[in-house]
């Protein structure tokens, strides 16, 4: 009990974080820090531009960075299933709808037939339409999911394959590939754009006008929202063009295709003002929001509630978990309940879209803070691993055995950190007589320090390690020391909330005490940790 204590006492040390300065209303004097964000989110080679708007306590900030500008249209994507919910939600409060109405009610009976037929069996007259808010009708994605002996039409699109397509067409798509689940499958839900293509074709039927109009009529008008509109003309070139890895799509044709599942054009600020609508009930009664939290699983750390997502990653992290919704351009429009914070905005690369989460928590972090002033940035971080220890006498074998790191950087400069760890470690020997094996579990301290990249995908590391020996279990010989070595190390940072560390200690004080079977050697040992990272 007392080791696992003092363990406890070790993490939450090194994760702990000072708060100087006083609690202020503005985010002015965050701003600086906040197109930081921005600006190093471009530096990585893999964003060409981005563009947030972040509101907290009536205090708004916007920035940009890269090719795109502040007040720049571009394409949402399936953020627009967020003006889908509002709609059927009005017409839910208009008691023109109930969310557990069938589908067949307002869709056309070609439509229906063969619709949804899983093992044999058909299910379409069973989907309602809070089955398809929240993706538990087990329809495939007809845009994401691949034609039986073929590519997905998201392939097709990204390798700049422009094409059109009708409603009628991508329903066809959906029910070419078959269903993947019976609806209302306990813990079951899949993604699915032809859920939202139903969708809108439902309101058109009930409200007699298109998506669009419904859109223009009941959100955009009554925000006023002169930015945001459907894409419908293959001539409009307002919106940026979209990105995948460096090659600039031109898909015009696709965009005006995708309609009520992804075809909304705006900005960072027209969609800020639209989340914060969302949520407060200027757009519909604001206790239906409660109902619409039922959530399952769809992709991690996804999850799908009736309508709207939730982004939710391990509490070690220290994220924000926040409700909203997100498209594959790399565009989202999320809220942040416990502290009361919206945020929009877009990093325009379809092969990265999870980058917009990343940029979008460190957003609503640094806005979170009441410091007046970061003296460092941060990042710390907890890794399991093993090592490969050089502890062996001539009649015994090297011994691998588990590590666990606490980690802690401060960049100090801009490709310069400072480093400092807590590892616990266990190396030990095999020896052919029993009375010399040693089984050796030791705490180290190394300080390092580290040359990073630009775009910190890699750095290496070099310093100095105290390594104390807190017992053995040899027999008859318990013994403790303290021994010195000096740690190298390689960093491969594969996301910003994980990294693979590689290192190498050599060992710079002899070893051989206390009747030690190998008198004279040095410890020296490899190791290698996965680490979840805390930016």
Known sequence: MKKLTTFLILFSLLFSVSMNGQDKKSLSYKSKDLQKILNQTVENNKIHGTSFAIKHKNEVWSGSAGNIDDDQQ??????????????????????????????????DADIMAGLHIYKGKEYSNELTIKNLL???????????????GGMSLEDEIVKGIDQFWTFEEAIARTKEMGALFAPNTPGKAHYSDGNFQLL?????????????????????????????????????????KMYYKDNELDIPKAMTSFGADGGVVSTSGEMLTFIEAFFTGKLFPKEYIADLQQWNKIFSPLRSGIGIHLYKLPKI???????????????LA?????????????????????????V?????????????????????????????????????NFRISPTVTLYKEFRLLKPISFSAEIVYNSKGE?????????????????????????????????????????????PNDTFQRIEFSVPIGVHYKVSDFFQIYLKYNIGLSEIGKNGYANEGLKNNWFSISLMLLKP
């Not at 208009?94 to 067949?104: A, G, H």
């Not at 998506?211 to 003309?233: G, H, Q, V, W």
Request: aromatic share 10%.
């Open 74 to 107: 571009y394409f949402i994507a399936s953020t627009t299933k967020l003006f889908v919910t509002t709609i059927i939600l009005q017409l839910v409060s208009e008691e023109q709808i109930s969310l557990d109405d069938k589908i067949s009610n307002y869709l």
């Open 134 to 148: 929240a993706h538990t009708s087990g329809l495939a994605d007809y845009f994401q999911n691949k034609r039986p």
């Open 200 to 240: 809108g074709k439902i309101i058109e039927n009930i409200t007699g006008k298109s998506f669009a109009e419904n859109c223009e009529e009941r959100i955009f008008e009554p925000l006023n929202l002169s930015k945001t509109y459907m894409y419908a003309d293959i001539t409009d070139d307002r919106p940026i």
């Open 317 to 331: 992290l220290s994220t924000p978990t926040m409700i909203g919704h997100s498209g594959l351009s790399g565009a």
């Open 334 to 358: 999320y809220y942040d309940p416990k502290e009361d914070i919206y945020v929009a905005g877009t990093v325009n690369q379809i092969a990265y879209p999870s980058t917009s989460f990343t």
């Open 360 to 396: 979008a928590s460190k957003l609503v972090k640094r806005t979170r803070s009441n410091k007046m002033n970061q003296l460092f940035e941060t990042v710390s971080g907890i890794g399991l691993g093993g090592t490969y220890s050089t502890i062996a006498n001539n009649d015994g």
């Open 430 to 474: 095999i020896s052919k007589d029993k009375d010399a094996n040693i089984w050796s579990h030791y705490v180290e301290l190394p300080l390092m320090l580290k040359l990073n990249t630009i775009n910190n995908k890699f750095g290496v590391s070099a310093g100095y390690s105290t390594n104390f020996l807190l017992f053995s279990n040899k």
